[in-house]
């Protein structure tokens, strides 16, 4: 997407969202639109994240963008973990706490990706890999406040082959029960556990309506923007 899709898309999205309650929108554009994306949306209902970030704030990291950076640009939240930075970029776990441990230090909500690969899930290895990436990617935290977990099955990730409701449900409620009880988390920190598996306008509704579905963390769909609208819309509907 270039600076001036980019920003007209900003334009609409304000413009959509003005007045609109019950619902919170964060956008992730890539590096190079966070400005020009910030300076629109500023004052506006829509949030703002960096898609990936470095856990040092100074130093010599030729290429890497810090939260300090991102939060100078105005970014609330930032992913962390996202299945693309796993399988390409072989982040580890051990990384992937490092962020997040930096982000929630700097005032910065993270959003921690999980979830398996096929391969994982015809071995039967769902529940494990979950488990562990939770464990050692959230190792050593004190609270759920200013984080959010997105499942995210990379079998689902534009493949055309979605995962049911029932399936996310059940990994969703095992999440919980990973936190709440495996992790010692206290339930009063309120989890906000998120989907993202090709989530569209013609499966959003039915998944967004589960109870244990807290919201959607939206790829391919959310470059077009009516079809962008469609999901935030159908959010809110009863």
């Known amino acids: 997407m270039l600076t001036s899709q980019a920003c007209d898309m900003a334009r609409l999205l304000v413009d959509r969202l003005s007045g609109v309650e019950g619902v919170e929108v964060v956008i992730a554009p890539p590096f190079t639109l966070l400005h020009p994306v910030s300076q629109i949306i500023k004052g506006s209902r829509l949030g703002l994240a960096g898609q990936n970030f470095y856990f040092e704030n100074k130093g010599a990291y030729t290429g890497e963008v810090s939260l300090e950076m991102l939060r100078d640009v105005g970014c609330d939240f930032a992913l962390i973990g996202h299945s693309e930075r796993r399988q390409l970029f072989k982040e580890s776990d051990e990384a992937i706490n490092k962020k997040v441990h930096h982000a929630i ?3 910065i909500t993270a ?3 999980v979830g398996e690969t096929l391969e994982q899930r015809k071995a039967g290895a769902t529940l494990n890999v979950i488990e562990t990436q939770l464990s050692k990617g959230l190792a050593g935290l004190s609270d759920l406040s200013r984080l959010a977990i997105a499942y995210e099955p990379v079998w689902a990730i534009g493949t055309g082959v979605n995962a049911t409701p029932e399936q996310v449900v ?5 999440i ?3 936190l709440f009880e495996s992790l010692g988390f206290s339930e009063k920190a309120g989890a906000r556990i998120l989907y993202g598996g090709s989530v569209n306008p013609e499966n959003s509704k039915q998944l967004l309506q589960e109870e244990q579905i807290d919201g959607a963390l ?10 962008f609208c469609a999901i935030i819309n159908s959010s809110l509907e009863p």
């Open 218 to 227: 939206v790829g391919g769909a959310s470059l077009n923007f009516e079809s």
């Open 105 to 107: 230090q700097m005032g």
């Open 176 to 178: 919980r029960k990973c």
């Open 170 to 174: 059940d990994i969703h409620t095992f």
């Open 111 to 113: 959003v921690v990706c």
